[in-house]
Protein backbone atom coordinates (compact mmCIF):
# COMPACT_ATOMS: atom_id res chain seq x y z
CA UNK A 1 0.00 0.00 0.00
CA UNK A 2 1.11 3.82 -0.95
CA UNK A 3 1.83 6.42 1.70
CA UNK A 4 -0.97 8.64 -0.12
CA UNK A 5 -3.46 5.42 0.23
CA UNK A 6 -2.43 4.84 3.86
CA UNK A 7 -2.90 8.21 4.46
CA UNK A 8 -6.65 8.18 2.62
CA UNK A 9 -7.21 5.73 5.21
CA UNK A 10 -5.48 6.87 8.34
CA UNK A 11 -7.71 10.04 7.73
CA UNK A 12 -11.43 7.73 7.85
CA UNK A 13 -13.49 9.11 10.55
CA UNK A 14 -13.29 6.91 13.63
CA UNK A 15 -16.80 5.49 14.92
CA UNK A 16 -16.23 8.11 17.57
CA UNK A 17 -16.90 10.85 15.18
CA UNK A 18 -20.05 12.71 15.42
CA UNK A 19 -22.78 13.13 12.74
CA UNK A 20 -22.27 16.62 12.51
CA UNK A 21 -19.09 16.58 10.94
CA UNK A 22 -20.14 14.98 7.57
CA UNK A 23 -21.42 16.11 4.83
CA UNK A 24 -19.58 19.83 5.18
CA UNK A 25 -20.07 22.16 2.60
CA UNK A 26 -16.12 23.23 0.67
CA UNK A 27 -17.31 27.05 0.79
CA UNK A 28 -16.27 29.57 3.84
CA UNK A 29 -18.00 32.07 4.74
CA UNK A 30 -15.62 34.82 5.63
CA UNK A 31 -17.92 36.30 8.23
CA UNK A 32 -19.43 33.22 9.72
CA UNK A 33 -15.11 32.08 10.12
CA UNK A 34 -15.13 35.32 12.16
CA UNK A 35 -17.83 34.97 14.10
CA UNK A 36 -17.23 31.17 14.89
CA UNK A 37 -13.71 31.54 15.53
CA UNK A 38 -13.66 34.90 17.68
CA UNK A 39 -17.27 35.68 18.60
CA UNK A 40 -19.79 34.30 20.74
CA UNK A 41 -23.13 35.87 19.05
CA UNK A 42 -23.87 38.06 21.59
CA UNK A 43 -25.19 41.06 19.21
CA UNK A 44 -26.94 42.81 21.95
CA UNK A 45 -24.06 42.94 24.21
CA UNK A 46 -22.85 46.12 24.44
CA UNK A 47 -18.93 46.04 23.21
CA UNK A 48 -17.25 47.28 26.24
CA UNK A 49 -13.72 46.33 26.12
CA UNK A 50 -14.51 43.01 28.38
CA UNK A 51 -17.09 41.57 26.41
CA UNK A 52 -15.53 42.61 22.99
CA UNK A 53 -12.04 40.66 23.88
CA UNK A 54 -14.58 37.78 25.06
CA UNK A 55 -16.55 37.81 21.62
CA UNK A 56 -13.45 37.80 19.68
CA UNK A 57 -12.07 35.45 21.33
CA UNK A 58 -14.52 32.64 22.25
CA UNK A 59 -13.04 29.43 21.07
CA UNK A 60 -10.18 30.35 23.02
CA UNK A 61 -11.61 31.23 25.82
CA UNK A 62 -13.77 27.78 26.24
CA UNK A 63 -11.05 25.88 25.41
CA UNK A 64 -8.05 27.33 27.07
CA UNK A 65 -8.61 29.07 30.33
CA UNK A 66 -9.90 25.67 31.76
CA UNK A 67 -7.04 23.92 30.50
CA UNK A 68 -4.40 25.98 31.51
CA UNK A 69 -6.09 26.16 35.36
CA UNK A 70 -5.95 22.60 35.99
CA UNK A 71 -2.11 22.03 34.45
CA UNK A 72 -1.52 24.74 36.49
CA UNK A 73 -2.23 23.17 39.71
CA UNK A 74 -0.54 20.13 37.97
CA UNK A 75 2.43 22.37 37.61
CA UNK A 76 2.30 23.46 41.35
CA UNK A 77 1.82 20.23 42.31
CA UNK A 78 4.84 18.80 41.08
CA UNK A 79 7.19 21.90 41.99
CA UNK A 80 5.97 22.38 45.62
CA UNK A 81 9.05 20.13 46.46
CA UNK A 82 11.49 23.11 46.52
CA UNK A 83 8.98 25.29 48.17
CA UNK A 84 7.90 22.66 51.28
CA UNK A 85 11.85 21.74 51.74
CA UNK A 86 12.48 25.42 52.41
CA UNK A 87 9.31 25.56 54.59
CA UNK A 88 10.91 22.74 56.77
CA UNK A 89 10.29 19.19 54.99
CA UNK A 90 14.09 18.98 54.56
CA UNK A 91 14.78 18.68 58.25
CA UNK A 92 11.60 17.55 59.79
CA UNK A 93 12.23 14.23 57.02
CA UNK A 94 15.93 14.13 57.24
CA UNK A 95 16.18 14.73 53.37
CA UNK A 96 19.40 17.16 54.59
CA UNK A 97 21.70 13.77 54.27
CA UNK A 98 23.45 13.21 51.29
CA UNK A 99 21.44 13.08 48.49
CA UNK A 100 18.43 12.35 49.65
CA UNK A 101 16.31 15.50 48.16
CA UNK A 102 18.46 15.16 44.25
CA UNK A 103 17.03 11.27 44.79
CA UNK A 104 13.43 11.96 45.64
CA UNK A 105 13.19 14.49 43.01
CA UNK A 106 15.40 12.33 40.37
CA UNK A 107 13.31 9.62 41.15
CA UNK A 108 9.49 11.17 40.69
CA UNK A 109 10.36 11.34 36.48
CA UNK A 110 11.02 8.15 36.15
CA UNK A 111 7.49 6.78 36.19
CA UNK A 112 6.30 10.04 34.53
CA UNK A 113 8.74 8.95 31.60
CA UNK A 114 7.78 5.78 31.51
CA UNK A 115 3.88 6.11 31.27
CA UNK A 116 3.75 9.55 28.99
CA UNK A 117 3.14 7.56 25.74
CA UNK A 118 0.99 4.25 26.94
CA UNK A 119 -1.27 7.52 28.83
CA UNK A 120 -1.68 9.15 25.39
CA UNK A 121 -2.53 6.38 23.51
CA UNK A 122 -5.68 5.48 25.30
CA UNK A 123 -6.75 9.31 25.30
CA UNK A 124 -9.74 8.60 22.40
CA UNK A 125 -10.67 5.32 24.19
CA UNK A 126 -11.09 6.41 27.21
CA UNK A 127 -12.76 9.58 26.46
CA UNK A 128 -11.22 13.39 27.14
CA UNK A 129 -13.11 13.96 29.58
CA UNK A 130 -13.53 10.68 31.56
CA UNK A 131 -9.40 10.04 31.36
CA UNK A 132 -8.46 13.45 32.29
CA UNK A 133 -10.80 13.85 35.50
CA UNK A 134 -9.61 10.53 36.58
CA UNK A 135 -5.69 12.28 36.62
CA UNK A 136 -6.79 14.65 38.30
CA UNK A 137 -8.89 12.97 41.28
CA UNK A 138 -6.01 10.28 41.06
CA UNK A 139 -2.82 12.76 41.53
CA UNK A 140 -4.79 15.00 44.17
CA UNK A 141 -5.26 12.17 45.94
CA UNK A 142 -1.32 11.48 46.58
CA UNK A 143 -0.94 14.67 46.79
CA UNK A 144 -2.97 15.39 49.57
CA UNK A 145 -1.07 11.84 51.23
CA UNK A 146 2.26 13.46 50.66
CA UNK A 147 1.23 15.95 53.40
CA UNK A 148 1.61 12.57 56.23
CA UNK A 149 4.32 11.23 55.37
CA UNK A 150 6.44 10.25 58.25
CA UNK A 151 10.00 10.11 56.66
CA UNK A 152 11.33 10.44 53.64
CA UNK A 153 10.93 7.08 52.27
CA UNK A 154 7.02 7.40 52.53
CA UNK A 155 7.72 10.68 50.67
CA UNK A 156 9.59 9.26 47.83
CA UNK A 157 6.72 6.34 47.78
CA UNK A 158 4.06 8.91 47.28
CA UNK A 159 6.17 10.54 44.98
CA UNK A 160 7.03 7.33 42.91
CA UNK A 161 3.19 6.84 43.01
CA UNK A 162 1.87 10.32 41.51
CA UNK A 163 3.07 8.48 38.50
CA UNK A 164 2.78 5.05 38.71
CA UNK A 165 -0.91 4.92 38.97
CA UNK A 166 -0.54 6.99 36.24
CA UNK A 167 -1.98 10.45 37.69
CA UNK A 168 0.14 13.04 36.15
CA UNK A 169 1.94 11.28 33.40
CA UNK A 170 -0.36 11.51 30.36
CA UNK A 171 -1.49 14.72 31.47
CA UNK A 172 0.37 17.25 29.46
CA UNK A 173 0.88 15.76 26.59
CA UNK A 174 -3.16 15.30 26.53
CA UNK A 175 -3.72 19.20 26.73
CA UNK A 176 -0.97 19.49 23.92
CA UNK A 177 -2.70 17.28 21.99
CA UNK A 178 -5.96 18.75 22.56
CA UNK A 179 -5.17 22.51 21.59
CA UNK A 180 -3.45 21.59 18.34
CA UNK A 181 -6.12 19.71 17.33
CA UNK A 182 -8.21 23.29 17.48
CA UNK A 183 -6.44 25.25 15.38
CA UNK A 184 -4.18 25.86 11.66
CA UNK A 185 -0.54 25.48 12.41
CA UNK A 186 0.75 29.06 12.58
CA UNK A 187 -2.32 30.04 14.87
CA UNK A 188 -1.06 27.37 17.50
CA UNK A 189 1.64 28.88 18.90
CA UNK A 190 0.02 32.55 20.07
CA UNK A 191 -2.54 29.58 21.90
CA UNK A 192 0.35 27.77 23.24
CA UNK A 193 1.75 30.25 24.80
CA UNK A 194 -1.17 32.00 26.42
CA UNK A 195 -1.64 28.57 27.98
CA UNK A 196 2.04 27.49 29.11
CA UNK A 197 1.80 31.79 30.69
CA UNK A 198 -1.59 30.89 32.38
CA UNK A 199 -0.06 27.89 33.78
CA UNK A 200 3.34 28.95 34.80
CA UNK A 201 1.70 32.69 36.45
CA UNK A 202 -0.05 30.74 38.76
CA UNK A 203 3.11 28.02 39.51
CA UNK A 204 4.91 30.91 39.88
CA UNK A 205 2.87 32.36 42.49
CA UNK A 206 3.66 28.82 43.80
CA UNK A 207 6.22 30.41 46.33
CA UNK A 208 3.57 32.72 47.57
CA UNK A 209 0.59 30.13 48.24
CA UNK A 210 3.38 28.04 49.89
CA UNK A 211 4.61 30.91 52.55
CA UNK A 212 1.08 31.14 53.25
CA UNK A 213 0.18 27.88 54.16
CA UNK A 214 3.38 27.45 55.96
CA UNK A 215 1.84 29.65 58.50
CA UNK A 216 -0.59 27.19 59.83
CA UNK A 217 2.28 25.82 61.10
CA UNK A 218 1.64 24.10 64.34
CA UNK A 219 -2.79 24.01 63.56
CA UNK A 220 -3.79 20.83 64.36
CA UNK A 221 -0.57 19.24 65.39
CA UNK A 222 1.01 19.81 61.85
CA UNK A 223 3.81 21.37 60.25
CA UNK A 224 3.54 24.23 57.92
CA UNK A 225 5.12 22.17 54.85
CA UNK A 226 2.62 19.18 55.59
CA UNK A 227 -0.18 22.15 54.87
CA UNK A 228 1.59 22.90 52.17
CA UNK A 229 0.67 19.50 50.48
CA UNK A 230 -2.95 18.81 51.93
CA UNK A 231 -4.31 22.20 51.27
CA UNK A 232 -3.13 22.00 47.55
CA UNK A 233 -4.26 18.36 47.18
CA UNK A 234 -7.37 19.34 48.22
CA UNK A 235 -7.48 22.11 45.83
CA UNK A 236 -6.69 19.58 43.10
CA UNK A 237 -9.36 17.38 43.94
CA UNK A 238 -12.18 19.85 43.62
CA UNK A 239 -10.80 20.81 39.97
CA UNK A 240 -11.47 17.44 39.11
CA UNK A 241 -15.12 18.35 39.35
CA UNK A 242 -14.28 21.18 37.20
CA UNK A 243 -12.47 19.47 34.32
CA UNK A 244 -15.45 16.90 34.18
CA UNK A 245 -17.84 19.82 33.54
CA UNK A 246 -16.48 22.34 31.39
CA UNK A 247 -12.92 20.32 29.82
CA UNK A 248 -12.90 20.45 26.35
CA UNK A 249 -13.01 17.55 23.87
CA UNK A 250 -12.15 17.34 20.09
CA UNK A 251 -13.17 19.00 17.74
CA UNK A 252 -15.68 16.70 16.29
CA UNK A 253 -16.73 15.44 19.83
CA UNK A 254 -17.47 19.07 21.34
CA UNK A 255 -20.72 19.97 22.85
CA UNK A 256 -20.26 24.17 22.95
CA UNK A 257 -20.71 23.96 19.34
CA UNK A 258 -23.49 24.31 16.37
CA UNK A 259 -22.89 21.60 13.80
CA UNK A 260 -22.16 24.52 11.03
CA UNK A 261 -19.54 25.81 13.47
CA UNK A 262 -18.21 22.08 14.00
CA UNK A 263 -18.06 21.58 9.89
CA UNK A 264 -16.24 25.15 9.94
CA UNK A 265 -13.50 24.35 12.64
CA UNK A 266 -12.74 20.75 11.01
CA UNK A 267 -12.31 22.45 7.17
CA UNK A 268 -10.03 24.82 8.31
CA UNK A 269 -7.63 21.85 10.02
CA UNK A 270 -8.44 19.93 7.02
CA UNK A 271 -7.20 22.42 4.60
CA UNK A 272 -4.15 23.22 6.69
CA UNK A 273 -2.90 19.80 7.13
CA UNK A 274 -5.51 17.15 6.57
CA UNK A 275 -5.89 15.76 9.77
CA UNK A 276 -9.24 16.95 11.66
CA UNK A 277 -10.59 14.53 12.11
CA UNK A 278 -8.97 10.90 13.57
CA UNK A 279 -7.17 7.99 11.82
CA UNK A 280 -6.54 4.41 14.14
CA UNK A 281 -4.11 4.34 16.37
CA UNK A 282 -2.72 1.04 16.15
CA UNK A 283 0.72 -0.84 17.72
CA UNK A 284 2.06 -0.99 14.07
CA UNK A 285 1.50 3.00 13.45
CA UNK A 286 3.33 3.81 16.64
CA UNK A 287 5.98 1.55 15.76
CA UNK A 288 6.68 3.74 12.04
CA UNK A 289 5.79 6.80 13.85
CA UNK A 290 8.41 6.21 17.00
CA UNK A 291 11.05 5.13 13.92
CA UNK A 292 11.14 9.04 12.86
CA UNK A 293 14.22 10.59 14.17
CA UNK A 294 13.05 14.03 13.97
CA UNK A 295 10.33 13.19 16.97
CA UNK A 296 13.00 12.55 18.83
CA UNK A 297 15.03 15.44 18.18
CA UNK A 298 12.12 17.32 19.54
CA UNK A 299 11.60 15.71 22.41
CA UNK A 300 15.61 15.80 23.27
CA UNK A 301 15.39 20.12 22.23
CA UNK A 302 12.26 20.07 24.69
CA UNK A 303 14.60 18.34 27.06
CA UNK A 304 17.17 21.12 26.79
CA UNK A 305 14.04 23.42 27.43
CA UNK A 306 12.69 21.65 30.25
CA UNK A 307 16.50 21.74 32.17
CA UNK A 308 16.59 25.16 33.08
CA UNK A 309 12.87 25.37 33.79
CA UNK A 310 13.02 22.82 36.29
CA UNK A 311 16.13 24.30 37.63
CA UNK A 312 14.30 27.74 38.85
CA UNK A 313 11.12 25.46 40.13
CA UNK A 314 13.56 22.89 42.19
CA UNK A 315 16.23 24.84 43.37
CA UNK A 316 16.12 28.15 43.57
CA UNK A 317 14.25 28.44 46.97
CA UNK A 318 16.70 26.25 48.12
CA UNK A 319 19.59 27.89 47.09
CA UNK A 320 18.24 31.38 48.41
CA UNK A 321 18.03 29.46 51.94
CA UNK A 322 21.52 28.57 51.19
CA UNK A 323 22.51 32.49 50.46
CA UNK A 324 21.24 33.24 54.06
CA UNK A 325 17.89 34.11 53.51
CA UNK A 326 15.20 33.03 55.65
CA UNK A 327 13.28 30.61 54.27
CA UNK A 328 9.82 32.99 54.38
CA UNK A 329 12.46 35.71 51.98
CA UNK A 330 13.75 32.51 50.63
CA UNK A 331 10.13 31.80 49.22
CA UNK A 332 8.82 35.33 48.69
CA UNK A 333 11.79 35.93 46.45
CA UNK A 334 11.50 32.55 44.48
CA UNK A 335 8.38 34.43 42.57
CA UNK A 336 9.63 37.55 41.03
CA UNK A 337 11.83 36.21 38.09
CA UNK A 338 8.77 34.80 36.60
CA UNK A 339 7.29 38.38 35.77
CA UNK A 340 9.23 39.47 33.10
CA UNK A 341 8.59 35.55 31.22
CA UNK A 342 5.37 37.24 30.56
CA UNK A 343 5.83 40.09 27.88
CA UNK A 344 8.50 37.73 26.27
CA UNK A 345 6.81 34.64 25.77
CA UNK A 346 3.64 36.93 24.34
CA UNK A 347 5.89 38.72 21.82
CA UNK A 348 7.49 35.89 20.68
CA UNK A 349 4.65 33.90 20.23
CA UNK A 350 2.89 36.87 18.20
CA UNK A 351 6.00 37.21 15.71
CA UNK A 352 6.90 33.38 15.45
CA UNK A 353 2.77 32.88 14.20
CA UNK A 354 3.12 36.20 12.31
CA UNK A 355 5.94 35.27 10.03
CA UNK A 356 5.17 31.20 10.31
CA UNK A 357 8.81 30.42 11.82
CA UNK A 358 10.27 28.92 14.82
CA UNK A 359 13.78 28.47 14.84
CA UNK A 360 15.53 31.76 14.99
CA UNK A 361 13.22 32.60 17.33
CA UNK A 362 14.72 29.45 19.49
CA UNK A 363 17.91 30.22 18.87
CA UNK A 364 17.34 33.90 20.67
CA UNK A 365 15.72 33.35 23.31
CA UNK A 366 17.95 29.74 24.47
CA UNK A 367 20.77 32.61 23.91
CA UNK A 368 19.31 34.75 26.70
CA UNK A 369 18.95 31.55 28.47
CA UNK A 370 22.44 31.21 28.43
CA UNK A 371 23.83 34.02 29.76
CA UNK A 372 21.53 34.45 32.76
CA UNK A 373 22.97 30.58 33.67
CA UNK A 374 26.49 32.34 32.74
CA UNK A 375 25.73 35.39 35.08
CA UNK A 376 24.86 32.82 37.60
CA UNK A 377 28.02 30.58 37.80
CA UNK A 378 30.38 32.48 37.18
CA UNK A 379 29.82 35.96 38.88
CA UNK A 380 31.77 38.25 41.13
CA UNK A 381 31.70 37.24 44.88
CA UNK A 382 30.37 40.84 46.20
CA UNK A 383 28.05 40.59 43.60
CA UNK A 384 26.56 37.81 43.93
CA UNK A 385 22.65 38.69 45.36
CA UNK A 386 22.72 40.99 42.32
CA UNK A 387 23.47 38.95 39.77
CA UNK A 388 22.12 35.70 40.67
CA UNK A 389 18.83 37.95 40.85
CA UNK A 390 19.50 38.58 37.09
CA UNK A 391 20.83 35.60 35.83
CA UNK A 392 17.42 34.39 37.01
CA UNK A 393 15.37 37.20 35.58
CA UNK A 394 17.06 36.49 32.22
CA UNK A 395 17.03 32.21 32.66
CA UNK A 396 13.17 32.11 32.84
CA UNK A 397 12.41 35.05 30.38
CA UNK A 398 14.46 32.90 27.61
CA UNK A 399 13.59 29.55 29.31
CA UNK A 400 9.69 30.54 28.97
CA UNK A 401 9.68 32.07 25.73
CA UNK A 402 11.66 28.30 24.54
CA UNK A 403 8.88 26.39 25.72
CA UNK A 404 5.73 27.17 23.87
CA UNK A 405 8.54 27.86 20.76
CA UNK A 406 9.98 24.17 20.66
CA UNK A 407 6.11 22.90 21.50
CA UNK A 408 4.84 24.68 18.60
CA UNK A 409 7.73 23.71 16.47
CA UNK A 410 6.90 20.21 16.63
CA UNK A 411 3.56 20.40 16.41
CA UNK A 412 3.62 22.31 13.33
CA UNK A 413 5.49 19.47 11.74
CA UNK A 414 3.28 16.61 12.25
CA UNK A 415 0.42 14.90 10.69
CA UNK A 416 -2.67 12.34 12.12
CA UNK A 417 -3.79 12.39 15.40
CA UNK A 418 -2.52 8.97 15.62
CA UNK A 419 1.32 10.51 15.16
CA UNK A 420 0.25 12.99 17.32
CA UNK A 421 -0.48 11.30 19.76
CA UNK A 422 2.84 9.97 19.91
CA UNK A 423 4.63 12.96 19.25
CA UNK A 424 3.56 14.63 21.94
CA UNK A 425 4.22 12.09 24.52
CA UNK A 426 7.57 11.13 23.77
CA UNK A 427 8.61 15.13 23.53
CA UNK A 428 7.09 15.74 26.94
CA UNK A 429 8.68 12.22 28.23
CA UNK A 430 12.25 12.93 26.65
CA UNK A 431 11.67 16.53 28.49
CA UNK A 432 11.02 15.03 31.62
CA UNK A 433 14.95 14.10 31.45
CA UNK A 434 15.61 17.81 31.87
CA UNK A 435 13.98 16.94 35.48
CA UNK A 436 16.36 14.29 35.60
CA UNK A 437 19.33 15.89 35.26
CA UNK A 438 18.51 19.23 36.95
CA UNK A 439 18.18 16.93 40.04
CA UNK A 440 21.14 15.22 39.71
CA UNK A 441 23.58 18.08 39.19
CA UNK A 442 22.66 20.03 41.63
CA UNK A 443 24.21 18.46 44.39
CA UNK A 444 24.29 19.57 48.25
CA UNK A 445 27.90 19.37 48.00
CA UNK A 446 28.51 21.84 45.34
CA UNK A 447 26.88 24.81 47.21
CA UNK A 448 27.13 27.84 47.20
CA UNK A 449 27.89 28.39 43.46
CA UNK A 450 26.49 25.12 42.18
CA UNK A 451 28.76 25.34 38.87
CA UNK A 452 28.69 21.69 38.08
CA UNK A 453 24.66 22.42 38.10
CA UNK A 454 24.83 25.23 36.04
CA UNK A 455 27.46 23.95 33.64
CA UNK A 456 25.64 21.01 32.64
CA UNK A 457 22.54 23.34 32.01
CA UNK A 458 24.43 25.74 29.84
CA UNK A 459 25.76 22.20 27.82
CA UNK A 460 21.63 21.52 27.36
CA UNK A 461 21.72 24.90 25.44
CA UNK A 462 24.26 24.42 23.44
CA UNK A 463 22.78 20.82 22.65
CA UNK A 464 19.65 22.55 21.64
CA UNK A 465 21.41 24.73 19.32
CA UNK A 466 22.62 21.16 17.54
CA UNK A 467 19.60 19.56 17.62
CA UNK A 468 17.49 22.82 15.94
CA UNK A 469 20.10 22.80 13.52
CA UNK A 470 19.56 19.41 11.99
CA UNK A 471 16.45 19.50 12.12
CA UNK A 472 16.28 22.47 10.61
CA UNK A 473 18.17 21.84 7.77
CA UNK A 474 16.59 18.33 6.95
CA UNK A 475 13.10 20.41 6.66
CA UNK A 476 14.36 23.01 4.46
CA UNK A 477 16.15 20.08 2.17
CA UNK A 478 12.62 18.54 1.88
CA UNK A 479 10.88 21.87 1.54
CA UNK A 480 13.21 22.41 -1.59
CA UNK A 481 12.85 19.21 -3.02
CA UNK A 482 9.52 18.89 -2.94
CA UNK A 483 9.05 22.63 -4.36
CA UNK A 484 11.23 21.38 -7.36
CA UNK A 485 9.38 18.39 -7.90
CA UNK A 486 11.98 15.87 -6.78
CA UNK A 487 10.05 14.02 -4.56
CA UNK A 488 7.41 11.51 -5.35
CA UNK A 489 5.26 11.49 -2.52
CA UNK A 490 4.22 14.54 -0.53
CA UNK A 491 5.78 16.02 2.53
CA UNK A 492 4.00 13.65 5.87
CA UNK A 493 1.56 12.09 2.87
CA UNK A 494 -0.13 15.25 2.74
CA UNK A 495 -0.57 17.10 -0.86
CA UNK A 496 0.65 20.78 -0.20
CA UNK A 497 2.11 20.48 3.24
CA UNK A 498 5.20 22.01 3.59
CA UNK A 499 7.49 21.82 6.96
CA UNK A 500 7.45 24.90 9.34
CA UNK A 501 11.31 25.90 9.94
Known amino acids: MSSTDLKEKEQTPSAASIDKVEGASTEVDPAFERRT?????????????????????WIDFRILPVLALVYSF??????????????????????????RY???????????????????????????????????????????GMGFSKDWIDLLITLFADDCLPPQAPFFPSLLWIIASWYKRHEVQKRMAVFYLISVTA???????????SLLNGKQGLA???????????????????????????????????????????????EDRGDALPDEITFKKVLTH?????????GLMFMCTAMPNYVQSYFVPIILTGMGYSPRDALLRSAPPYGPAI????????????????????????????????????HPNNNLINLMRKGCFLINSGNSGTIPTVLAYSANNVVS??????????????????????ATCFRAVDYPRYIPGLSATLGSQGLLFILLTAVTIRHYRKNKLMREGKLSEPLEGTPGFFYTL
Open 224 to 270: GWRWVFIVEGAITLFLAIVCFLFIPAFPEENTFLTKEQTELVVRRVN
Open 417 to 438: HSKRSVQTALTVSLGAFGGILA
Open 74 to 99: ALIDRINLGAAYAAGMGKDLHLTVGS
Open 37 to 57: MYERFFNNTPKSVLTFLLHRL
Open 102 to 144: SLVACLYFVPYIIFQLPGNLVLRRVGVRNWLTFLVVAWGAVQL
Open 343 to 378: PVTLLVAYLSDKYKHRASFILVLSLICLLGCALVAW
Open 203 to 213: SGLSPLLAYGL
Open 290 to 298: LSDWTLWAY
